[in-house]
């Protein structure tokens, strides 16, 4: 009996168009090339166990395989959903006897990170001693997912994911392979390309799936969303996606750079993101980055979120819009974070040291015996309405924590500071 795919004609073209070498492999030049580290590993004859970290349908599988053929290793594929303890057992038994008869093996283990911190401690002594050469694979930062033991042991090596100049070598390929061109224009190519979110097995399927429509019309980007699903964003709401981009977010904010960080905003919510995880991000961005430059920041942010939680999504999701607006074009300062920052840097380095006495309370005839709140002098009273006194512990100098730049509101409240230093400097005689 024949089986579904028995022809070659008949198997999935991802499958038809998987490279046979690695200089097959697009979009990874900068880890196969001559001066990328797994070409020199290649050159040199000797191949270090490694972690391959990339986005899906970027090549891991593919690579590992190609390495263990290039380098006559043994190829054991294993997926860490899919296996266990005993599973191991019986790969690190066959790779010792291949090693007793002189051959390698290459262990590739996909999704890696599935795997508990024990299982991947399993891994440390047929590594160390030479068992098995490991390729792992992972889509999760290995920094996070993979104890430091192993990673000890391995070289990490970031995957990219596909580029256009790579998706159109796919598309090359794979037209060539279908013996004719796909009914797309430029924008309906460019659009494919796009859907494809650097996938380079799932950008092979919509190929494949346009390949069976009539060569006319061609498709624009409007008639090719027509035809094919849109594609979920990849975007992991409890992972490094989450982190990622609320960071670009937040330093695109930083470098006021308003576009760029509503195009951050809208990739989260368009990932499913909490939209008060961002509302409480920018509030803290309106305290830590802007502060004094703009006082109404905050009042802004804070307004936003209470929008947002009276109106709910989508159209709660405007008053954010607004609020990255505000914010992107506000004047930034930093000054009041890093104050804060050096008072707090100071007050663990001094300890326990008591205020000066003329600013303590007397409620009691001993404590003005003791002179508490001798010496005091009323600020009020004073014609100006600054005594000058000193605020600081005795025998503490002087600290300057808050600095303002002059920017924004912060522009007046330099003014400030500097009439009160020279009023200090006057009334004390320095």
Same mark, same amino acid.
């Given at each position: ?36 580290? %797994? ?26 395989? %190609? ?22 057992? =019986? ?54 997912? %993979? ?164 109106? #709910? ?94 920017? #924004? ?16 400097? =006057?009334?004390?005689?320095?």
């Amino acid at each position: 009996m024949s089986g579904l795919f028995d022809r070659p004609e008949d198997r999935p073209l991802a499958e038809r168009l998987r490279p046979v070498s690695l200089e097959q492999v697009v979009g990874q030049d900068h880890l196969l090339g001559p001066d990328g580290p %797994l070409g020199r590993m290649l050159a040199a004859g000797k191949l270090a166990s490694i972690i391959l970290w990339g986005p899906p349908g970027c090549g891991k599988t593919t690579v590992a395989r %190609l390495l263990a053929e290039r380098t006559r290793l043994h190829f054991e594929p294993l997926s860490a959903v899919f296996s266990g303890v005993a599973d191991l057992r =019986k790969v690190f038994e066959a790779a010792r006897s291949r090693k007793a008869a002189g051959l390698g093996t290459l262990l590739f283990v996909d999704e890696i990170h599935r795997f508990n911190r024990a299982q991947q401690d399993g891994f440390l002594p047929f590594v160390e001693d030479g068992t098995v050469v490991l390729v792992g694979a992972t889509t999760e930062n290995p920094s996070f997912e %993979l104890n430091g033991a192993l990673l000890s042991r391995t070289q990490v090596l970031v995957l990219k994911r596909l580029d256009e100049a790579a998706l159109d070598q796919l598309i090359g390929r794979a037209e060539q392979a279908q013996g004719h061109a796909l009914p797309l224009d430029q924008d309906g190519r460019a659009a494919l390309q796009a859907m494809a979110d650097g996938d380079g097995r799932y950008f092979l399927n919509l190929v494949e799936a346009l390949s069976t429509l009539p060569p006319a019309p061609l498709l624009d980007a409007a008639g090719l969303a027509r035809v094919v699903q849109k594609r979920a964003p990849a975007y992991d709401k409890d992972r490094e996606g989450h982190y990622n981009l609320i960071s670009a977010l937040h330093k695109s904010l930083r470098g006021s750079d308003t576009d760029a960080a509503l195009y951050w905003m809208a990739r989260m919510l368009d990932g499913g993101e909490d939209p008060l995880f961002i509302a409480r991000r920018l509030v803290r961005f309106a305290v830590e980055d802007i502060g004094l430059a703009d006082p109404n920041a905050v009042v802004q942010a804070l307004s936003a979120w209470d929008v947002y939680e009276r109106l #709910g999504s989508p159209e709660g999701e405007l008053a954010l819009a607004q609020l990255v607006i505000y914010l992107g074009t506000a004047p930034k300062s930093n000054a009041a974070y890093m104050a804060f920052k050096g008072a707090m840097r100071s007050a663990r380095q001094t300890g326990s040291l008591m205020p000066p006495m003329h600013i303590l309370n007397a409620p009691t005839r001993m404590m003005k015996d003791l002179g508490y709140g001798k010496g005091y002098r009323y600020d009020h009273d004073a014609e100006d309405g600054f005594s000058g006194q000193n605020y600081f512990p005795d025998g503490m100098n002087r600290q300057v924590f808050y600095d303002p730049p002059e920017r #924004g509101f912060e522009r007046e409240i330099r003014k400030r500071l500097d009439y009160w230093s020279r009023l200090r400097d =006057k009334k004390t005689g320095a």
